[in-house]
């Protein structure tokens, strides 16, 4: 079976500082990996995700992922966090051979604080 | 475009009472996923419905049971509930096939059940 491990539970960070949240998955074969954030009050929403091709990957609201395949890790990226940023954010894979089904092993989620 | 909906958002029930919670897909939505969120354990699936069959189970007792309809609306019941029942019940929808698009899967807002 899959697992998915976020190292860093609570971040807290000042406006315009750059984000790195650390996400690593154990599996034997290959895997799709995504990355969801829940904001305050709000629902899970997808950020960005990876299938193939290019290893790094654009999502929404200037976040990007770096798949490094060796290294088992989809790290989740942003230059510059705004307060609005501050949300609760689950790195989750499924296994390609799974082809069709859409179960979700999810991280136990990181935290993130920007302060203004 | 509706979102995907759960009713009801909050439910309080007693120790071996049962459950029914709902969800309703994104129109055109053909896979339904559900997810247990706790404090402790984090988020967890259930189990995955695709043209009325359970195509996917995760690791839960055999209290936990669903059923998808032909609209493709679904419903997940709980018997005999017990105090770790208590979470936060997510579903979430995506298209059928296996392009990488259907692996997109949309979040409901999650139905609050406190066992008490």
């Known amino acids: 079976a899959q697992s998915v491990s976020q190292h860093n539970h609570h971040v807290i960070l000042s406006e315009a500082a750059s984000l790195e949240l650390g996400c690593n998955y154990s599996y034997g074969g290959t895997v799709n990996l995504f990355w969801y954030v829940q904001y305050p009050g709000q629902h899970l929403q997808l950020l960005l995700k990876y299938f193939s091709g290019d290893p790094l990957v654009k999502g929404i609201k200037g976040f990007e992922a770096e798949f490094i395949k060796s290294k088992f890790s989809f790290n989740l990226r942003k230059p510059s966090v705004q307060w609005s940023d501050t949300a609760e954010y689950f790195c989750a894979v499924t296994p390609k051979r799974d082809t069709g089904r859409r179960a979700l092993t999810f991280g136990s989620g990181t935290r993130l604080q920007v302060q203004p | 475009k509706a979102g995907v909906t759960q009713t009801p958002r909050y439910l309080i029930k007693t120790r071996g009472q049962q459950v029914t919670l709902s969800c309703s897909p994104i129109s055109g939505h053909r896979s339904v996923s559900w997810y247990q969120q706790t404090p402790g354990q984090g988020l967890q699936f259930l189990f995955e419905?695709?043209?009325?069959?359970?195509?996917n189970k995760g690791n839960f007792p055999g209290r936990f049971s669903g059923r998808q309809f032909s609209n493709s609306r679904s419903e997940m019941n709980v018997s005999t509930l017990e105090l770790g029942d208590s979470a936060l019940y997510l579903c979430?929808?995506?298209?059928?096939?296996?392009?990488?698009?259907?692996?997109?899967?949309?979040f409901g807002p999650g139905t609050r059940l406190t066992v008490t």
């Open positions: 419905y695709f043209s009325e069959t359970q195509r």
């Open positions: 979430a929808s995506s298209l059928a096939g296996g392009t990488a698009i259907s692996y997109e899967q949309y």
